[in-house]
């Protein structure tokens, strides 16, 4: 059985710069307290490197630990020079105690037969601050430049699962199926009933003119997501009649949250080519939302054929919503219900409506 130790990290290259920045200061240090005796031999040079470093890196650990509550504690950019001021203050108080520390051990145990002198402390702690500032602003430098990185590699990411979700939407709205089963719908209302006709070709402009507005978006409101969604079963309702409904119980006060656009639909797709429709059995679909979570919930009555249709429809759902706010898309499956939570993301910036 392995004990491992997860020590926090500022960046991914704390080790690289810990060795980088501490060795050289251990044998820095070493120097003004032994003199000429340090290098006298090749074991007291070893053996006060190492438990000089071990001690450095100790303290490295240590402020690093800070550095990273003070970066929680106060994550604005513009509290950058705040977070940088309060860090090197404590650095500063830390570093005294620390050397003092150091050099009353290496007195009391008369390490390398070593005497305190106060000239020693000062010496020792010039050399420390201006590591600790020198460090600071370094580690600072490589976390935003990190950061930048990784918000780059999301960005394209976000890119591709958008360029995906825009080819699903449009395999599902814009086919000749779907194209056509609407108009021969159409063309038929127009000879039974001319004012249902009417409606359902307002509900299908609404349809396409969501898509080609709203298709580019990475984020629309719950409440322009939801409208288009009614016009949208508006459609599949003529086609499917009994076999189909929809029960929508979202209060006004949520319409405001964002979702990415075709969210629902896609969910919907994705429920109508797994499932089995009839007048006796309808798939019952149904939207709620509560405590900052959409539910869209199904009755399970799977196809013959087996296997899932249109497995990534799904997964895009959870790629998009795990790079927009890093929250993950709950899939349950119960009591022959499936039940898919979307985390509503708030208002922060203009969105399309």
């Known amino acids: 059985m392995t004990l491992e130790v997860d020590i926090p990290k500022y960046h991914t290259k704390d080790s690289m710069v810990l060795v980088g920045s501490m060795l050289p200061l251990a044998v820095l240090i070493n120097y003004f307290l032994f003199k000429e005796e340090y290098f006298a031999r090749t074991g007291n040079f070893l053996l006060a490197t190492m438990t000089t470093f071990c001690f450095l890196g100790l303290a490295f650990i240590t402020y690093g630990m800070v550095a990273i509550f003070l970066r929680n504690r106060f994550p604005s950019d513009k509290d950058l020079f ?31 037969g070593y005497h305190y002198y106060e000239n020693d402390f000062i010496k020792s702690y010039i050399s420390v601050i201006v590591i600790n500032i020198f460090l600071t602003f370094l580690n600072e430098g490589l976390y935003r430049f990190e950061r930048l990185k990784a918000t780059a590699t999301e960005t394209e990411q976000l890119k591709t699962e958008y360029m995906h979700s825009r080819l699903l939407g449009l395999k599902s709205q814009m086919n000749p199926h779907f194209l ?6 159409l063309s038929s209302l127009i000879h039974e009933d001319a004012e249902r006709a009417e409606n359902f070709l307002d509900h299908m402009s609404k349809v396409y003119r969501y898509l080609l507005r709203n298709n580019e978006e ?15 079963f508006f459609l599949l309702k003529a086609r499917y009649a009994e076999g189909l409904h929809l029960e929508i119980d979202v209060p006004a006060e949520a319409g405001m949250k964002r979702i990415p656009p075709l969210t629902l639909q896609m969910i919907f797709e994705h429920s109508l080519s797994n499932n089995v429709l009839s007048k006796d059995n309808p798939l019952q679909l149904a939207i709620t939302c509560g405590d900052g979570w959409l539910e869209v919930k199904n009755n399970i009555q799977p196809r013959l054929t087996g296997g899932e249709e249109n497995p990534e429809a799904i997964e895009n759902i959870k790629n998009k919503f795990r790079l927009l706010c890093q929250q993950e898309v709950v899939v349950i499956e119960h009591n022959n219900q499936r039940i898919i939570r979307l985390p509503l993301i708030p208002e922060r910036e203009p969105v399309t409506t």
Request: proline letters at 0%; aromatic letters at 18%.
């Open 180 to 185: 056509f089963n609407s108009l021969n719908t």
């Open 82 to 112: 705040k977070r940088i001021g309060i860090c090197l203050s404590i650095f500063f108080l830390m570093s005294a105690v620390l050397i003092s520390l150091l050099l009353l051990t290496y007195d009391y145990f008369n390490f390398l």
């Open 218 to 232: 990475q984020l629309v409101t719950l409440e322009t997501e939801l409208s288009f969604t009614r016009s949208y």
